[in-house]
């Protein structure tokens, strides 16, 4: 069985400084890793994956996450926050291409001015 | 290009009555989801189709669920008869097929009150 957790329920940070939500994973076979973000009152929203190739990926909105395989870990960074990028973060993996993806539980990022 | 749309966009109905959402994935896409997201939680896959077959349905309870793919492109997911613990967002979300072109593209979902 796969799995996704995201360890912290909540990110509060400042304006201008760098982001961090974290997620480790547990699959069998090469996990496929997936952010997507939600507004309020918004369907989820696609920001980036690993696949294969490059451990750092780069996706939307000047985010990008670094897949560490001896960690399990998928966690989603940004150098400079935004108030704009506030709000709920959701973590995905499919083990071996299945097209089944597993989510986490969400995490709530507050970028505060 | 359009989006995944659903409707209704809201729904309230009384425990024991039945409902039915509605979904129009993304022209082309091959795969189409069915989610449950309760408040607090991640999206819980309910059902999945490869065009108009099933490929998991694990997580649906099929005593009260049940849901339907026409002719490989809208969708249908109803619920009959409806309990409490069924309030949350319904996602309906499609993706084409392909590992490089692999991601899902999410409605705006349906909320679904229980009373």
């Known amino acids: 069985a796969q799995s996704v957790a995201q360890p912290e329920d909540q990110v509060n940070v400042a304006e201008g400084n760098p982001l961090t939500v974290k997620c480790t994973y547990s699959?069998?076979?090469?996990?496929?890793l997936f952010w997507y973000v939600q507004y309020p009152n918004r369907g989820l929203q696609f920001l980036l994956k690993y696949i294969t190739g490059d451990n750092l990926v780069k996706g939307s909105y000047g985010f990008e996450a670094e897949f560490n395989k001896s960690q399990t870990s998928f966690h989603l960074k940004k150098p400079s926050a935004l108030v704009s990028d506030s709000a709920l973060y959701f973590c995905?993996?499919?083990?071996?291409?299945?097209?089944?993806?597993?989510f986490g539980r969400g995490t709530s990022l507050i970028v505060h001015p | 290009e359009a989006g995944v749309a659903q409707s209704p966009r809201y729904k309230i109905i009384e425990k024991r009555q039945s409902v039915a959402f509605w979904c129009n994935p993304i022209s082309g896409h091959a795969t189409l989801y069915w989610y449950q997201q309760i408040l607090g939680q991640g999206p819980k896959l309910l059902i999945q189709f490869q065009n108009n077959g099933v490929v998991d349905d694990s997580q649906l309870p099929k005593d009260r669920f049940s849901a339907e793919r026409l002719k490989g492109v809208d969708s249908t997911l109803k619920i009959q008869p409806a309990k409490l613990e069924d309030s949350a967002v319904y996602l309906c979300?499609?993706?084409?097929?392909?590992?490089?072109?692999?991601?899902?593209?999410f409605g705006p979902g349906t909320r679904l009150t229980v009373t």
């Open positions: 979300a499609s993706s084409p097929q392909g590992l490089s072109t692999y991601e899902q593209y």
């Open positions: 995905a993996v499919d083990g071996g291409g299945s097209y089944i993806p597993t």
């Open positions: 699959v069998s076979g090469n996990p496929y």
